[in-house]
């Protein structure tokens, strides 16, 4: 089921009403509600798939239990650690990543001079969200071993904190630590909280359906025929994918995080406006945050971090950043473009400045950025949009072909989509996005924070009035983040 599809229209409030005003006696009778939805939610894509995510609470809920019952033997405990690992990372190795072993085995034989006539690879399409709930899962049992949480001997409410619908498919992927006490314990209706959640899913619901649905056609086109177009016009297909990528993930985790609040759980914030960020790093401190999180606790940390030599640093940050990449996905683009952003992150580090923005705002005590901190911007998005021409192309040729248009054939031209649509149109829009977005950039939970209650109004009514005026595609386009 899509966020922006009739079909969760439908079932979100139904869900609303049944949750705090039937069930809402009890706790474990909630959990039970939320746990059965959340199952109907994620079995409308393929039912089948509902066995996976099953095995994976049935998995780490008694490997949790069984850390903590041989507290005394520690080689115990890891034993049934490396289950939780094992169990989970051959799940998602086999339906994500299977093929593409399989193809770069005989690619490589191939160079070689021998030539593997058949293969054997699966025609089956992707679990949705399998990179999501099972990297939330083996957080848990890791944190049950390092002793950072107490194992949870509540099937329903560890089996409610995994599957939980709002953040299943695409994150944001949670801690137990912060949500499994959010899903035991006893939550109490806020009028304040669920209005909360409905202005960021309204806010979600705009940056997805106008700013990344909006914008698709347009990208789709010069990506798909980036042959025939000169290199103003590739730089512009690029740039309006970063606007796309951003809408459509950060626009899913607003929705997520908005109809998490409407049931008094709060989830950790995704998105901090990476737009602003003034160099490299600082927009991996605001992008995806959950996963850079995830990956900074579990695989950085326990590597050395930065506490170690500065060698080890760079060989410890090369490695986040091509899991990153094989994390996003089966295809040698995503490991470049991983591979990518470790070169760009290595010199900030290098020069001290990876953390010096970790706890500020661009702008932060003035209306408008200096000159300074504009050119940061600028350069950083330059950078963290020239890595999206992996993200975004099929294959590494097609990368190197369109890069190569670019670099090459450099010419200027007036781009016209074959459906005529007005690009001045969608120039004012982002323009117009961004400097909202500017305004806002101290809060990312306050889409709508005005003092006037009119105020306010007119920002609802613009707001809506421009996803009826712009998205005319129906509600049918996924979120890119599906793939993963």
Sequence with gaps: MLFNSLEYFIFLPIMFVLYWFVFNKKVTVQNALVLAGSYYFYGLWDWRFLFLIIASTIVDYFVGIMIENNADERKKQKLWLWVSMIFNLSLLGFFKYYNFFVDSFVDMFQLLGYQIKSTWT???????GISFYTFQTMSYSLDVYYKRIKPCRDFLSFATFVAFFPQLVAGPI????????????????????????LKLILWGLFKKLVIADGIAPIVDDIFMHYETYSASTLILGVTLFSFQVYGDFSGYSDIAI???????????SNFKFPNFSRNVAEYWQRWHVSLSTWFRHYIYI????????????????????LVSGFWHGANWTFIFWGGFHALAYIPVYLMGRNAIYKDSVVGENTLFPTFTEIGQLILTFAIVTFSRIFFRSESLTDSFNFIGRIFNNFSYEHYVHPNGYRMVDYYILLAAFVLYEYRIR?????????????????????????????????FDRSFI????
Excluded at 447 to 454: E, L, N, T
Excluded at 481 to 484: E, G, I, L, M
């Design 302 to 321: 326990p590597l050395g971090g930065s506490r170690v030599s500065k060698m080890k640093a760079i060989r410890n940050i090369s490695i986040i950043f």
């Design 481 to 484: 983040y599906f793939q993963f």
């Design 442 to 474: 101290k809060d990312e939970r306050s889409p709508f924070k005005f003092r006037s209650k009119a105020v306010r109004f007119v920002a609802y009514t613009l707001v809506v009035f421009t996803m009826l005026l712009f998205y005319d595609s129906g």
């Design 174 to 197: 949670e801690r137990a630590s912060n949500l499994l006490h959010q899903i035991t314990n006893k939550r109490t209706f806020s009028y304040e909280q669920t209005a909360a959640g």
């Design 122 to 128: 699966l025609q089956i399409i992707l679990p949705v």
């Design 258 to 268: 908005g109809t998490s609040k409407m049931f008094g759980v709060e989830l950790m």
